[in-house]
């Protein structure tokens, strides 16, 4: 299994450009989830998915989009990106089968708004 | 947003110290988790616990939920090189997202 799998690693972009983080799960889990994570600060969840079709807003959903038509990919949209966006970005998923729900994250992509 | 606060911030230990962190809450939990992130990855799952008073061991890790389900705290023996990194706690209760603690960034000395 590959676990959590992130594209790209880095990006750099200019103000107002647009871009999509990939986000893929190879262990079918039913549950996937976006954070971000800025310098000396805890995770931040931006979007989340309870299955295909199916997504909600996190704690911090401003400026970002999300789609899960498969199980296995969870993608995330930067429309109009910003300097306030400039953050390493994690995508997660879990299996909440039996009662367990702990989280396995992906390597994350770093992405700077210049 | 709610919010977990961990201590210390940061520590310097020699190798083959002991060390201990703990996480707060306002908040009760049913599950606590704690990670681990090395340079330039993502956090890796140490401990999870389930269970008010639950004390779990995973090694040289040993974490446990606390019993009033508002804090956890996570010991690490015999440290080595290898432990240096930042461990993150993560509550949630019934229902709800998790929510993060800002980390504990832990550097061994030789």
């Known amino acids: 299994n590959a676990g959590v799998t992130q594209t790209p690693k880095f990006r750099i972009l200019k103000i107002g450009q647009s871009m999509t983080l990939q986000c893929a799960q190879d262990?079918?889990?039913?549950?996937m989830y976006w954070y971000r994570q800025d310098p000396g600060m805890g995770l931040k969840l931006i979007y989340y998915?309870?299955?295909?079709?199916?997504?909600d807003k996190g704690e911090v959903p401003n400026g970002y989009n999300v789609s899960r038509s498969t199980t296995e990919d969870f993608p995330l949209r930067l429309e109009l990106a910003a300097p306030s966006q400039t953050s390493v970005y994690f995508c997660?998923?879990?299996?909440?089968?039996?009662?367990?729900?702990?989280?396995?994250f992906g390597p994350g992509t770093r992405l700077t708004v210049l | 947003g709610q919010q977990l606060n961990q201590s210390p911030q940061s520590m310097f230990i020699q190798e083959g110290e002991d060390v201990s962190m703990n996480c707060t809450s306002s908040?009760?939990?049913?599950?606590w988790l704690w990670y681990k992130q090395d340079p330039g990855e993502g956090p890796v799952l140490l401990i999870a616990?389930?269970?008010?008073?639950e004390l779990t061991s995973n090694g040289r890790l040993t974490a446990q939920f606390g019993i009033t389900r508002k804090d956890s705290f996570l010991n690490i023996s015999a440290s080595i090189p290898s432990d240096v990194g930042i461990y993150f706690c993560?509550?949630?209760?019934?229902?709800?997202?998790?929510?993060f603690g800002p980390g504990t960034r832990l550097s061994v000395l030789p």
């Open positions: 908040s009760i939990f049913n599950t």
């Open positions: 616990l389930y269970k008010a008073g």
């Open positions: 993560a509550g949630r209760n019934y229902g709800q997202n998790f929510v």
């Open positions: 998915s309870v299955g295909a079709g199916i997504t």
């Open positions: 997660a998923s879990s299996d909440t089968s039996g009662g367990y729900n702990e989280q396995f």
């Open positions: 262990m079918n889990h039913n549950y």
